[in-house]
């Protein structure tokens, strides 16, 4: 090895140390404010079902209403192609992964629903149905019938329901806790949230909980629901969503956008109420920013438009859900809810063809990048993490296998997270499991 040349400086090895001294409380609030995204599986969608409604076999049957509807309404690839404008190359893997889903997971999150899906109900009935919401789900994932995470929803805590919010929480909590212990995919879900101090009593509620019952402080976490139009925009003019963020203390898992009740707090008519409309795309912009290397994940809302009646009238409700799905994909929004069971072929099939017809592009830049070998399109490493990422989630939800990642990328799964580690380390707090 050659001898290296003296290299010349000007500045005192103390200036250094010294803006060191003076940054080191922004360091410090980088790290706890924005110490990016989890890296755990993040379900594409959310099902909510009334806590009267909910038994034992609730998930199995949404699957097997899905695959009917399949059945009557799109029993080949053909026939969900032409119904919804698929490729002839698409058509195929979709419609046979979208069969396969329904059969082996058909939901990937569920919440059981104790606030508008229930309603106001005597307090000794909305306690047995907690109580037993809890034996159901401890039982689910003792049996392997859960679906890969499960939770409730809560009433909200504005005075008239608070007290009822936070028993049916303790009581379920409390359940789970005495039949063997919270499990690793619970998500709890606190709904319409208009002031900060409202998630600050939840986490206070958190950790009331933890010491009672001697859990790891931060084991429970929650999405927060944003349905109101003063969760985006305080009366003093900051984003309130951003505010509710930092109240949660590491806590909150998800932003979830109420459609409907958003909407309507707006003044958005009945029939203009939609996830596509431009009150809604301004607030979930609001949240995405805020939510922006957090950790917290944004979710998409719903719609009303049930895919039910004769087959021209199930298609044109399959078009309009596959057409907002696809249309949530493409803004980063990975996640939404469903209302239906005739809701879930729409999801599949949108979510697995957004992922399948970028499967190879994606996977050519990667490869591209990490072999730096350069190619059509000049990526950097913030880049790789977005296409590593896109891969992870294609591979968690069944769009892609394994295999052919591998095979197209040259690419290992732990490499592929190693490009999509968070750029900040994270703290453990309770939310959403590590990926399989």
């Known amino acids: 090895m050659g001898r290296r040349e003296k290299v010349a400086t000007s500045l005192a090895g103390t200036v250094g140390a010294g803006i060191g001294r003076a940054l080191a409380a922004v360091d410090a609030d980088l790290a706890r404010r924005y110490p990016g995204d989890p890296g755990t599986r993040q379900p594409v969608h959310t099902v909510y079902v009334p806590a009267d409604a909910f038994d034992a076999g609730t998930i199995r049957s949404w699957g097997d209403q899905a695959l009917a509807a399949l059945d009557e309404h799109a029993p080949d690839a053909g026939a969900l192609a032409r119904a919804l404008g698929l490729s002839d190359a698409l058509a195929e893997p979709v419609y046979a992964r979208v069969r396969a889903k329904l059969e082996r997971e058909p939901v990937e999150d569920l919440r059981i629903d104790f606030e508008d899906g229930y309603g106001p109900r005597p307090d000794g009935e909305e306690d047995d149905d907690a109580a037993r919401a809890a034996r159901l789900v401890h039982e689910a994932y003792g049996n392997g019938t859960a679906a890969p995470y499960m939770g409730i929803r809560m009433k909200w805590l504005e005075a008239a329901v608070r007290d009822r919010a936070i028993r049916t929480l303790d009581i379920f909590l409390t359940g789970l806790v005495e039949a063997g212990g919270l499990p690793q995919g619970l998500v709890l879900t606190l709904p319409k949230v208009t002031y900060p101090e409202q998630v600050t009593a939840m986490v206070r509620l958190a950790e009331e909980f933890e010491k009672a019952r001697g859990l790891e402080p931060g084991r429970l976490g929650f999405e927060i629901q944003i349905e109101t139009s003063q969760s985006i925009l305080a009366a003093d003019g900051t984003a309130t969503v951003a505010r509710m963020i930092d109240a949660a203390g590491g806590r909150a898992t998800g932003l979830h956008y109420g459609t409907f009740d958003y909407s309507a707090c707006v003044g958005v008519s009945a029939a203009y109420q939609s996830s596509d409309h431009p009150a809604a795309d301004h607030a979930k912009a609001v949240m995405q920013v805020a939510a922006a290397g957090t950790g917290v994940r944004v979710c998409d809302g719903s719609t009303n438009v049930l895919p039910v009646g004769p087959a021209a009238q199930v298609h044109e409700a399959w078009r309009l859900h596959y057409g907002l799905t696809r249309r949530a994909l493409a803004r980063a929004y990975y996640q939404g809810w469903d209302m239906h069971p005739g809701h879930l072929p729409t999801r599949y099939a949108a979510v697995y063809a957004f992922y399948r017809e970028g499967l ?52 290992t799964r732990p490499d592929l997270e190693g490009f999509a580690i968070p750029r900040r380390a994270a703290p453990a707090v309770g939310g959403p499991q590590a990926r399989p």
């Open 360 to 411: 190879e592009p994606a996977a050519a830049r990667l490869a591209a990048y990490a072999a730096k070998a350069g190619g059509a399109v000049m990526d950097e490493p913030a880049t790789a993490k977005a296409l590593s990422g896109y891969l992870l989630r294609g591979l968690d939800c069944g769009a892609l296998d394994a295999d052919e990642v591998s095979r197209l990328t040259g690419l």
